[in-house]
């Protein structure tokens, strides 16, 4: 029970820390991406962040995965549902300075980026078994 927890609390804690370093990066990139206001209207950069929040997601998925080593779908669904949770308070402070479908695009696609990140994990995980049974 404890590893599962400290699994998915990991998983989350990799995406948080992943996302605050991207942003760090893509504002540094771009320096103008918000108008005075805060408000982001270019639909590129929107994109930019979606597609980042998408990686983070199947990256933070895959890690969960691997710290838990069993079980890996339930305990990925667990992180997007925590991941879903976080992210409707968090879009809720954000609700006037980004348009409305950046929120249910960030929000729809963090659980199927955690569940296929666990995918991804077990899939290599059944090569690797399967490579060193074929070698021995």
């Given at each position: 029970m404890i590893r599962s927890s400290l699994s998915v609390v990991s998983g989350s804690i990799v995406w948080t820390l992943l996302w605050v370093a991207a942003n760090g990066v893509i504002q540094n990139i771009i320096p103008d991406i918000a108008r005075g206001d805060?408000?982001?209207?270019?639909?590129?950069?929107?994109?930019?962040?979606?597609?980042t929040s998408i990686v983070l997601s199947i990256?933070?998925?895959?890690?969960?995965?691997?710290?838990?080593?069993?079980?890996?779908?339930?305990?990925?669904?667990?992180?997007?549902?925590?991941?879903?949770?976080?992210?409707i308070l968090v879009q809720m402070q954000y609700l006037d300075l980004l348009p409305i479908w950046y929120h249910a695009l960030f929000l729809l696609f963090l659980i199927p980026g955690n569940v296929y990140g666990g995918y991804l994990r077990i899939r290599y995980k059944d090569r690797t078994c399967q490579a060193v049974v074929q070698t021995t």
């Open positions: 805060g408000r982001i209207e270019s639909v590129s950069v929107l994109v930019l962040f979606l597609m990256l933070a998925g895959y890690f969960t995965a691997w710290t838990i080593g069993k079980k890996e779908i339930p305990h990925t669904v667990t992180l997007g549902l925590v991941q879903l949770l976080i992210g």
